[in-house]
């Protein structure tokens, strides 16, 4: 359960931070910069976080498991290399975060483009990984405002009348 | 231990990637290569500068790439410009509504779809 809130609060702030740094326009420059690298080891840690999932299903993945699970699998392995694309991308054409540990790098409008395409392509698969998984991430958001529902076990269901009582 | 070994792993892979790419541009197989950037470099900001160089913009939009220079984006963050974020939540909004209505009809005609006679 507790695992559960820990999961909705990193991808939740995951999920804002990507939002913010699809628009540098509103953030800024260096803000965009800082916070793309901040999210770059915030997806290693998301990767941490499901890492018994990505190994079970990687192992399984051609031999016993659901069609939802494969290509749940394939989607987030392309969103995986979009997002390193963009990354990848975004610090060699960097201006404000690379020159702070004295790395200047020379202007390449080739990659300005490249990064712009593969952030466009994150953002469409981001969509889909969103959707996939909606049902879990709306149950979460309808825990946040649904009232604690009361205890169904014997036991517990005592130890609350017990509490009631005093 | 363990978790040093799996972040390593997953720079790997994020590094195997990054070749992949450096690959598909070295055989000119990726969308956007020099000569591509060239011409939209041509078409882009900076050939509406150029125009408004040559007198193709009036004094009034002057302003629209006064001290840009190589800069796209300025270093300052902008309210403004809230709206690039919104944008991309629509986009991503509009891709989820679209999934789970193809899944939820989906489910629809699984259920009705008739069980065969034991």
Known sequence: MKQN????????????AFLIATAPRFSGLAIHEWLSLALAAAIITHLLMHWNWIVMVGKRFFI??????????????????????TIVTGILISREALPVFGVTVTHDRALELLHHQASDLTVWILGLHVAIHWSWIWGMIRRIFAPRKLATHPIKVTSQLEEVKR | MKIISRILIILGVAWLVVMGLNWLRVQNLLPVNQAVAM???????????????????RSEEAHLFAERGDHHYRSTPSLADAKDMLGTLAKIGIITVIVIAIDRIIRLFNRRKPQPAT
């Open chain 1, 64 to 85: 016993r498991t659901t069609w939802r699970s494969r290509l749940n699998y394939l989607l987030n392995a392309l969103l995986f290399v979009a997002f390193t694309a």
């Open chain 1, 5 to 16: 809130w820990l999961y909705f609060l990193v991808d939740g702030a995951m999920f804002t």
């Open chain 2, 39 to 57: 011409e939209g470099q041509r078409e882009g900001w900076r050939g509406r500068e150029r125009d408004f160089g040559a007198g193709r913009y």
